[in-house]
């Protein structure tokens, strides 16, 4: 069998590089792009090397952030210019190869095994130094045999690397590296793998298949393949579209919720534009989950199936207060919230009614919400909206809203 030659081809601090190719002034100081703050989104969503090397994260609140680097510059972001280098960025890796799978905005796979262009490092640095002068950024890039450990190249060395990963050398680079390096090993799986003293990666690679399923059932198998170099997983074509697992929003509101009333305005205007998406994109949803955190940033899901399977926002959202009419006791006010729609079925599939339900009604109900979302396309989605949604709207930020391929808040990715 041919060895595969994957790529993973991260951008360095991606966010904070294009902001400093508009102002190059900016990369002399510390600097970092961060939420708003007005609206309670004030975390550091990326920041420059001057800014790490004072020891600001990605994701601490920017208050956080200013005791260790008081004279940080904190600058808005524009997701617009983001969108538009990451596109120009995969056109360029199509000349090479139509196997190119973005993960994310800043990072892509390319599978180019058998290309002409030169060795696979050849290609990496010759991508490198692209980016570089054409658009002024720069990258970091894994060359692997497969994409889990060319995810761990890219980030083996940074800035504007290439870390070539091989089935020689992998015991030697990767083994003696955390575990939680290690690709879909989140808090709750990092948490459970030390428990078992499994501190880094060449600690899960020793261990029996059978012992690591046990423990952390099927995404065992998984990791552990992963660990031993045998993950195989294809790089998508460029053309591939994600089938959806859910599609959910949440928001962090302007003020703290401090009674149901508050709540009920915050899910009816989430619930309205996850239903006109579930619409937009003919599906129905069979399981509601919602997403609670507090001022004391303590956070829980819980989740219930419908009664019948529905694109509609009044049926979301009554469940929706349900569940948390039943799992919140108001031990403190309310920070964030979110709602989400999963086990999606084509609208087009036989779906059961209940036998207490009103066909005429409801599909009276339909033609109104397909009507509302005829005139929010041609017009703008706030044009016209219910009572609830007029009073709540002020709560959720457009940037909240989120169509998940592997299911999840945006918190969660």
Not at 174 to 197: F, H, I
Not at 298 to 321: F, H, V
Request: aromatic content about 8%; proline content about 4%.
């Amino acid at each position: 069998m041919e060895t595969r030659h994957i790529l993973h081809v991260d951008q360095n601090c991606f966010f904070a590089s294009v902001e400093m190719c508009h102002h190059p002034e900016w990369r002399n100081v510390p600097m970092a792009v961060g939420g708003d703050s007005k609206q309670r989104h004030g975390i550091i969503l990326a920041k420059n090397y001057l800014a790490q090397a004072q020891g600001v994260k990605t994701a601490e609140a920017i208050w956080q952030a200013k005791q260790k680097c008081p004279d940080l510059l904190v600058v808005p972001a524009h997701f617009e210019q983001y969108v538009y280098y990451s596109e120009r960025i995969r056109e360029m890796f199509l000349q090479y190869t139509d196997k190119v799978e973005p993960f994310g905005l800043d990072e892509c796979w390319l599978d180019i095994t058998g290309t002409t262009a030169g060795t696979p490092v050849e290609v990496a640095d010759e991508i490198r130094q692209r980016v570089k002068v054409e658009l002024g950024l720069s990258c970091s890039v894994g060359v692997s045999f497969n994409k889990t450990f060319a995810k761990l190249g890219s980030d083996y060395k940074k800035p504007d690397a290439t870390t070539e990963i091989t089935k020689e050398n992998f015991r030697t680079l990767v083994w003696p590296l955390p575990v939680s390096d290690l690709l879909y090993v989140g808090r709750a799986t990092n948490s459970a793998l030390g428990k078992m003293n499994v501190k880094t990666i060449g600690d899960l690679a020793s261990l029996s298949p059978d012992f690591v399923v046990s423990v952390l059932g099927k995404n065992g198998q998984a990791l552990w393949r992963s660990a031993n170099g045998l993950e195989d997983e294809p790089v998508r074509q460029a053309s591939y579209v994600r089938p959806l697992k859910s599609i959910g929003n949440s928001t962090t509101t302007p003020r703290d919720m401090t009674n149901r009333e508050d709540v009920w305005k915050v899910i009816c205007t989430l619930s309205a534009q996850v239903a006109a998406r579930l619409r937009k994109h003919h599906f129905y949803a069979g399981t509601v989950t919602i997403w609670v955190r507090d001022t004391d940033l303590k956070s829980y899901e819980k989740q219930r199936g419908l009664p019948k399977e529905t694109n509609d926002e009044k049926e979301i959202a009554e469940l929706a207060m349900e569940l948390f009419d039943e799992s919140y006791d108001w031990h403190a006010p309310l920070r964030s919230f979110g709602v989400r729609t999963t086990h999606l079925s084509d609208e087009q599939d036989y779906h059961q009614m209940t036998i207490f339900e009103n066909v005429e009604k409801t599909e009276k109900d339909d033609r109104v919400n397909r009507a509302l979302d005829g005139i929010r396309a041609r017009y703008g989605y706030n044009i016209v909206m219910r009572g609830t949604q007029m009073e709540g709207k002020g709560d959720l930020c457009p940037e909240d809203r989120e169509d998940h391929p592997h299911g999840g808040f945006k918190e969660d990715v």
